[in-house]
């Protein structure tokens, strides 16, 4: 982490199993990322609790999700994967940081007006400024790269604003950090309402396919998906949503383009183009399910990465935290 490498941050919400979408959207360019910078990967629990959970299921899916990082093969030695409330850091910074951000900057963020619309009976301030704590979290370790899926670019352009805000208020102390936002399969789409981005948290289990799923489980899901009825094997997201989401998950898979894929089903129907969508995928993924099931008999392992990963980031948290509050003019602590 010393070193003189450019620093990247990334994390994602223990709301859930992890779906193809937080795959190919984003963890898959954490590790195409993950030698040529110093990385920080987070579960962000304290995000999570913005939409009700049951405590058991969250501390499972929390430990859970750590270990699907490492499954999918982040390298928890050489990266800092770590839970989010571990570090208290990210809380303090966000109080700051809420007082360098609008009302009206927060009402027009999108993801706000959909999960308000999903959970309207329980819109509580957390969610509304959960993006202020998501530029914290980013902020708070001098990120200069923010590797994540296209619905979080609104967030990140809210975090440079908050940034330069608060540079411009008190000198330079903030790094104003790069979104990195892949070209294919940014936005994974439903597999039921491909207009829908995937989403871990969908009610309907055949919407998703998770990293975990049993291989017969994922290709009766992708035999599933919803197309059309044309019959064409064609790249075209405005008409042919649901073909097009099944050519880009192919293409991640095989390294093809979208001509390639286009050319290599040329004359077939839609069902054995189904047929190798969920071989590719589950072959594909059958790397790290089997990782996965190592790491789960290695309590030890985890444990110890979840305790050193938490004290470096701590470390490193203090170190901007004491920056900013002196910045701001509060009393420093005498020891
Ligand atoms: P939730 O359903 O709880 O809102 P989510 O599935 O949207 O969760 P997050 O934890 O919010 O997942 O996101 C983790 C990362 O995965 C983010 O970088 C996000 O942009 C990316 N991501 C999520 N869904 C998709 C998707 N369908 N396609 C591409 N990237 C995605
Ligand atoms: N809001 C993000 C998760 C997240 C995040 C971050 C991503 C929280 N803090 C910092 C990148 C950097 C989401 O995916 N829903």
């Not at 540079?167 to 330079?172: E, K, P, S």
């Not at 017969?216 to 094997?233: F, H, L, M």
């Not at 290599?264 to 069902?271: A, Q, R, V």
Request: proline share 4%; charged share 25%.
């Amino acid at each position: 982490m010393m070193s003189d490498k450019k620093i990247l941050y990334s994390g994602m919400q223990p709301t859930g199993q992890l779906t193809l979408g937080n795959y190919l959207g984003a963890l898959k360019n954490w590790l195409l990322l993950q030698e040529e910078y110093n990385c920080l990967f987070s579960v962000v629990d304290l995000h999570s609790l913005t939409v009700r959970q049951k405590p058991a299921d969250l501390r499972k899916n929390a430990r859970n999700l750590l270990m699907q990082y490492i499954a999918a093969g982040i390298d928890p030695e050489e990266n800092i994967v770590y839970y989010q409330s571990h570090v208290s850091g990210h809380a303090e910074l966000a109080w700051i940081l809420n007082c360098y951000t609008h009302l009206g900057e927060l009402n027009r963020m999108t993801q706000f007006k959909e999960k308000s619309a999903k959970h309207e009976s329980n819109i509580n301030a957390g969610l509304f400024t959960y993006p202020v704590l998501m530029a914290a979290d980013i902020l708070l370790f001098n990120t200069d790269l923010v590797p994540v899926g296209h619905d979080q670019k609104q967030h990140l352009e809210l975090a440079r604003d908050i940034a330069s805000r608060f540079n411009n208020a008190n000198g330079d102390v903030f790094t104003v950090p790069d979104p990195y936002i892949a070209k294919v399969a940014a936005r994974v789409m439903s597999l039921q309402e491909p207009t829908k981005k995937m989403s871990k948290s969908d009610e309907n289990p055949n919407a998703y396919i998770l990293l975990l799923d049993e291989p017969n489980v994922i290709r009766n899901k992708i035999k599933r998906a919803v197309t059309d009825s044309d019959a064409e094997i064609r790249f075209d997201r405005g008409n042919k949503a649901g073909i097009s989401n099944l050519i880009e998950i192919y293409s991640c898979f095989t390294g093809m383009t979208m001509d390639e894929v286009q050319s290599h089903f040329e004359g077939k129907g839609y069902g054995d183009f189904k047929k190798e969508v969920g071989d590719v995928v589950a072959e594909g993924l059958r790397p790290l399910q089997e990782r996965y099931k190592e790491l789960q008999k290695n309590k030890d392992y985890i444990d110890q990465i979840i305790k050193k990963n938490g004290e470096t980031a701590n470390y490193l948290a203090q170190k901007t935290l004491r920056k900013v509050k002196k910045k701001v003019g509060l009393p420093e602590l005498v020891r």
